[in-house]
């Protein structure tokens, strides 16, 4: 599904900490999949994220504070959010604003977006599913 115009992706928190959890290749596997890409991330997801940085416990407050620099380093697009509060929410009106692929593992968001039409990238054993 390669095309010649560049392909927004908006990555959620599921999928960010699947990238230090499980070691997943994101970047690599959604760009030979999709060919062309923009990564973007939503505030809400920033927030989300600064949240567990600041109030979690061990592994996950080090693995959010660790995203929060990743971030910072590969230059993520960051784009403003529809619903601040929500992050699912905020990713699926953000989606359908922007015509973009969805980037999570989580199986709540998966439905959410599915039964809203929306693309959405996942991994299933390591391997990357569009669906």
């Not at 928190?13 to 999709?34: A, G, M, N, Q, Y």
């Not at 660790?66 to 380093?73: D, F, G, H, Q, S």
């Not at 601040?84 to 953000?94: C, Q």
Request: no cysteine; aromatic share 6%.
């Amino acid at each position: 599904m390669v095309s010649s115009r560049s392909r927004v992706v908006l990555l959620d928190t599921s999928v960010l900490f699947s990238i230090f959890e499980r070691k997943l290749p994101l970047v690599d596997d959604i760009t030979l999949e999709l060919g062309k890409v923009k990564f973007a991330i939503p505030e809400s997801v920033i927030n989300e994220l600064k949240k567990l940085s600041e109030h979690s416990k061990g592994s996950k407050k080090r693995i959010a504070k660790a995203i929060l620099e990743y971030i910072r380093n590969e230059e993520f697009q960051i784009v403003k959010s529809e619903d601040i509060n929500d992050a699912d929410r905020d990713l699926a009106l953000l989606a359908r604003k922007m015509n973009a692929v969805v980037a999570t593992v989580d199986k709540d968001l998966i439905k959410l977006l599915k039964r809203e039409s929306i693309d959405v990238i996942t991994w299933r054993y390591k391997r990357m599913r569009l669906v």
